[in-house]
């Protein structure tokens, strides 16, 4: 059995509930057992009787009970492979206390699943400091690259997480287009919702224009910076954030995400140019989760966008303004 403890709730703690305190501290200590603490009392924040669904303050003292052993083993700090450690940091392109913002590559899936045993939550262990892990806030598909914000504390999490959810963030994305958007610059307006769709001999989940009650609004902005013949450089600013939105929007204004052949099929397939899906996260702007200031963050265009961007001449530092009444 453990003694008596006493922890002062930190910084990026303020707003947890007691019970998820208690199982970010000590992941060893059952859910029933510590329920039973608390209705006894032996439990106590600043020094009353708290139930598990407190709201805990910075700088609260929680006493903590002789726990059993099992349950007193504080969460092992995470561990990463020493190359990924090294891989992880050479994507960092701005980091301070609070954020970490990464150019993803194209391939590399967000997070684990089925088949999936490298992955970029993972890596973000190699990131730990004071048994303290970077989070992630949003996501991009496995196939997309580009900038995405992770937070370094609980507090900066939350906040950047409910500025995605609300829709506070500008986000910007690059993408190749076959054939030029017309009009040149526009708004879709095209609700959307999940289909199962008949692939050869099964059925495969797909994202659909739709208007039943299942549909869901899907709104982006788009400008045309650039075009050669075949293809396009386009702009993309999806106002709503649904599964897959930029991609179907593409190809029902006739225009598919170059090596999109889930939603263009073989239109979306250029000759002489990479057959991966050509879509980037170039910037978002966003005020900052812990200071309130506006600020922009842009990653460098990478992997076979890079490319391509080359073999077509196109500005790979063009700048993007998008008009106000669109914002």
């Known amino acids: 059995m453990s003694g008596v403890q006493t922890k002062t709730v930190t910084a990026d703690e303020a707003g947890m509930r007691v019970d998820r305190w208690f ?7 059952r859910h029933s057992a510590l329920e039973k603490l608390l209705r006894k009392g032996q439990i106590r924040v600043a020094g009353g009787r708290v139930k598990a669904n407190r709201r805990l303050e910075p700088g609260e003292e929680v006493r903590i009970p002789p726990l059993p052993d099992e349950a007193a083993e504080t969460k092992p700090a995470p561990r990463a492979n020493p ?7 050479k994507l960092i392109i701005y980091e301070d206390d609070a954020i ?18 490298r992955h970029l939550d993972g890596m973000l262990a190699a990131l730990a400091k004071g048994g303290e892990r970077p989070r992630l806030v949003h996501r991009l598909d496995k196939d997309t690259g580009g900038l995405m914000l992770v937070a370094k504390t609980r507090q900066a999490a939350q906040r950047l997480a409910d500025m995605f959810k609300g829709r506070d ?7 190749l287009t076959a054939g030029s958007p017309r009009p040149r610059e526009g708004t879709i307006d095209m609700p959307i ?4 769709t008949r692939i050869g001999d099964g059925d495969q989940e797909r994202v659909a224009p739709a208007d039943g009650e299942d549909a869901k609004k899907a709104i982006s902005h788009y400008q045309t910076l650039d075009d050669a013949g075949r293809v396009a450089f386009v702009a993309m600013q999806p106002v709503t954030g649904r599964t897959h939105q930029l991609r179907v929007h ?15 099929g073989g239109a979306a397939r250029i000759e002489g ?11 978002l702007t966003f005020r900052h989760p812990k200071t309130s200031r506006m600020m922009t963050l842009a990653a460098p265009l990478s992997g076979h966008m890079f490319e ?5 001449s196109f500005d790979a530092d063009a700048k993007c303004e998008w008009p106000e009444e669109l914002m």
């Open 83 to 89: 190359e990924d450690a090294k891989a992880i940091r």
């Open 169 to 175: 963030i500008e986000k910007t994305y690059w993408a």
């Open 23 to 29: 199982r970010s501290h000590f992941p060893g200590l």
């Open 308 to 312: 391509t961007w080359k073999f077509f």
């Open 100 to 117: 970490i913002a990464l150019n993803k590559p194209f391939g590399l899936a967000v997070q684990g699943g089925a088949g999936t045993v």
């Open 273 to 283: 140019v990479s057959p991966k899906l050509h879509l980037f996260c170039r910037s």
């Open 193 to 196: 919702a999940k289909r199962m």
């Open 250 to 264: 593409a190809a029902a204004i006739g225009c598919p995400i170059v090596g999109d052949g889930k939603y263009g």
